[in-house]
């Protein structure tokens, strides 16, 4: 295949929004890279307006796709695999490239299946789209996510993701909107 130059990547972005019980939006603390760099060198989740990010009503991530993502995907292409990648996740820890570091499974957090669709963002059809919504029944600081083909538990992690905590409370729902484009 000599003079194929043609380059075709997976990106993915995580939107979240979280309401109180009676449906008012919840300000979420989206980060910037210096927040990014003191998570990575001294694992601070520095929440402060302006130095380390700002408040917004939807938080749009940039994700990892972990090798085993970029595998995943690879099979279904041709048919190798036909198990689908279903199930969004919570943790509150930090991921690895294999799992959640500490995956919820409790207090309305756990994994569970998501709708999932297929959506155009430049092209048509070049969107893979998985939506979940969180309803809690205790309290948790969720600081990853991640983005799995097993519904209940284990399996393969397509994508995860870090973030600044977001903190729920007993009756908030968290939006969880995942997206992966083939580009």
């Not at 009676?22 to 601070?44: A, Q």
């Not at 509150?92 to 995956?103: F, N, R, W």
């Not at 969107?127 to 309803?135: D, L, P, S, Y």
């Amino acid at each position: 295949m000599i003079g194929i130059t043609e380059k075709t990547k997976l990106v993915g972005w995580t939107e979240l929004q979280l309401r109180d019980k009676n449906g008012n939006i919840k300000p979420l603390f989206k980060v910037n890279s210096i927040w990014k760099f003191f998570k990575k060198h001294f694992n601070l989740d520095l929440a402060i307006p302006l130095l380390f990010g700002n408040y917004t009503t939807k938080a749009i991530k940039l994700n990892t796709i972990t090798t085993k993502g970029k595998q995943i995907t690879a099979k279904q292409l041709n048919g190798v695999s036909t198990a689908p990648v279903t199930a969004i996740a919570l943790g509150i820890g930090s991921p690895s490239a294999t799992a959640l570091g500490s995956e919820v499974v409790s207090a309305g957090g756990e994994r569970g299946a998501a709708s999932c669709t297929n959506e155009t963002t430049t092209l048509t059809g070049d969107t893979a789209r998985w939506v979940k919504t969180f309803t809690f029944t205790g309290s948790l600081a969720l600081t990853e996510a991640g983005l799995f083909d097993n519904n209940t538990s284990g399996g393969n992690m397509l994508a995860s993701q870090s973030f600044s905590a977001v903190n729920v409370v007993d009756t908030d729902t968290l939006a969880v909107t995942w997206n992966i484009k083939v580009a």
